[in-house]
């Protein structure tokens, strides 16, 4: 019954870290923006947040399977997606603030999480292999 208390317990950290990583993530790159920024830059229809949720997942990633290529992908993609709008200087250094605060708050809390400990897929196996037997 422990192993099961230890796993939830686990899970429980799993799900608590992708929302620091993500909603926690969205609220202090937008404090940041609050406190470097004169004017607003519209965001359109609000979707930046999601994207920046799912920019620091992928490069959570990418830190943590220390997989470079997939950091330079979300990078690149972003730039592709905002190329035409990179001509204005001021979207321009938004833009370049904005990717750099959250490659360093991603890669911040990725190598804390790491150092804490959790997330090891060893610890998953002997749970994913009595798992499967019950289905198979």
């Known amino acids: 019954m422990s192993v099961i208390i230890s796993y939830l317990f686990e899970f429980i950290l799993q799900i608590l870290f992708l929302l620091i990583l993500t909603i926690l993530g969205n609220k202090?790159?937008?404090?940041?923006?609050?406190?470097?920024?004169?004017?607003?830059?519209d965001d359109g229809n609000k979707l930046g947040r999601h994207i920046g949720s799912l920019e620091r997942v992928l490069m959570a990633v990418g830190f943590y399977s220390h997989?470079?290529?997939?950091?330079?992908?979300?990078?690149a993609l972003k730039t592709l997606?905002?190329?035409?709008?990179?001509?204005?200087?001021?979207?321009?250094?938004y833009f370049l603030i904005g990717s750099m605060a959250s490659i360093i708050y991603c890669f911040i809390?990725?190598?804390?999480?790491?150092?804490?400990?959790?997330?090891?897929?060893d610890r998953w196996s002997p749970l994913l292999n009595n798992l499967q037997q019950l289905f198979i």
């Not at 997606?81 to 250094?93: G, P, V």
């Open 67 to 75: 997989k470079w290529e997939i950091i330079t992908a979300v990078v």
């Open 109 to 121: 809390f990725t190598e804390f999480y790491r150092q804490i400990g959790f997330f090891k897929l």
């Open 28 to 41: 202090i790159i937008k404090d940041f923006f609050g406190f470097l920024q004169e004017k607003k830059l």
């Open 81 to 93: 997606a905002r190329f035409k709008q990179l001509d204005d200087k001021d979207f321009a250094e």
